[in-house]
């Protein structure tokens, strides 16, 4: 039980960090690239865009799994 709920801990982490980046990437386009250096459309924000949109479908995946792993974990527990 422990390990799963460490599991549904480490999920929920990934779901609000991509979230926020995918945030952070929405209001700040650049933030890549000051990072690291790395441009690879230019300037041209297109990249950035699908960077979000990856980020996103991460996310709301990432929380799906967390939720359904947390609801077994809670009928397990009412057994």
Do not use: Y
Request: aromatic share 8%; charged share 20%; hydrophobic share 60%.
């Amino acid at each position: 039980m422990r390990r799963s709920k460490a599991q549904v801990r480490l999920e929920t982490a990934i779901a609000v960090s991509a979230a926020a980046l995918g945030i952070l990437t929405m209001f700040w386009h650049d933030w890549i690239e000051a990072l690291t250096g790395w441009d690879p459309d230019h300037h041209n924000g297109s990249f950035e865009w699908l960077i979000v949109a990856a980020l996103l479908v991460v996310a709301a995946a990432m929380g799906l799994v967390a939720r359904r792993h947390w609801r077994l974990l809670a009928a397990a527990a009412e057994r």
